[in-house]
């Protein structure tokens, strides 16, 4: 008897100890549902802070346009006959069988537009498997660009060396597509590696150049997220002054890297 009333003793404080943990565990599953709801709620907020500072330049916005109408009218006036030049050297070296190239990117709001550009390519050079080695396309997949590309032509070294391939997207530009300055337009595959900071991203017009273009050094990647961050922190803070410090840095990164032979 006195063995049986040990054993039911035994059951209870058994059931008592269960009881006593599953409690805990529940209150613990609360309180991570709660914090997590709480982180969830936090990140929501500061999103939309983040677009509201964003979106909230209007007089700003306004203004950069009528800058941007105006500079890519007289650009375009005023680079005609290089325009013509350049048209004239692709054509000569007979590399392809167009001048001009466009390609699919987004624009603001995530709206898909064709920026315009000289062709620096070879045809077919779409085809990366078949120009590309193995070490190549691994850097080609995760930062969008390629060091010592085989596809790019001797004119086409030129033109982009000296950023004059990109003279085409003045047309982007009167058309309301690019802004002479922004964030790089990208490609709807790069989106990915904005996460939550896509939208923001898309949150205004991408420029012809931009704080990453002016600014970046060898080690600004996507892969160490240092290209994503310059571009975000751009759209946070932009203003007029520092849109001419960035078209005149613009051109100091371009002589540097012409001197460079890059």
């Known amino acids: 008897m006195q063995s049986d009333n040990k054993s039911l003793g035994g059951a209870k404080s058994s059931v008592a100890v269960r009881e006593r943990a599953q409690a805990v565990n529940t209150a613990a599953v ?10 969830h709620r936090a990140s929501i907020a500061a999103k939309k802070k983040a677009l509201k500072i964003a979106r909230g330049k209007k007089t700003y916005d306004t203004v950069k346009r009528i800058f941007d109408v105006v500079g890519s009218l007289m650009g375009l006036m005023v680079l005609s006959p290089v325009f013509l030049l350049i048209s004239l050297l692709i054509i000569a070296e007979r590399s392809g069988r167009h001048v001009f190239f466009k390609q699919r990117r987004l624009g603001m709001g995530g709206k898909p537009i064709y920026i315009y550009k000289f062709r620096t390519m070879i045809d077919n050079a779409e085809d990366v498997t078949r120009w590309l080695s193995e070490e190549q396309l691994r850097q080609y997949y995760s930062e969008y660009k390629v060091e010592n590309d085989p596809r790019v032509t001797r004119v086409g070294k ?15 530009i009167l058309k309301g597509e690019l802004s002479i300055v922004g964030p790089r337009p990208i490609q709807e595959s790069e989106t990915v590696l904005y996460g939550k900071d896509k939208n923001l991203l898309l949150s205004i017009r991408p420029g012809l150049t931009g704080y990453w273009q002016a600014y970046c050094s060898g080690d600004t990647t996507y892969t160490n997220r240092k290209r994503q961050r310059m571009e975000i922190h751009y759209v ?15 051109f100091g990164a371009i002589v540097r890297k012409v001197k460079r032979g890059q």
């Open 158 to 172: 030129f033109l982009r060396r000296t950023g004059l391939d990109e003279l085409p997207q003045l047309l982007n």
């Open 30 to 39: 609360g309180e991570q549902r709660s914090l997590s709801a709480e982180q």
């Open 236 to 250: 946070l803070h932009r203003n007029l002054l520092w849109d001419i410090k960035i078209c005149l840095a613009t």
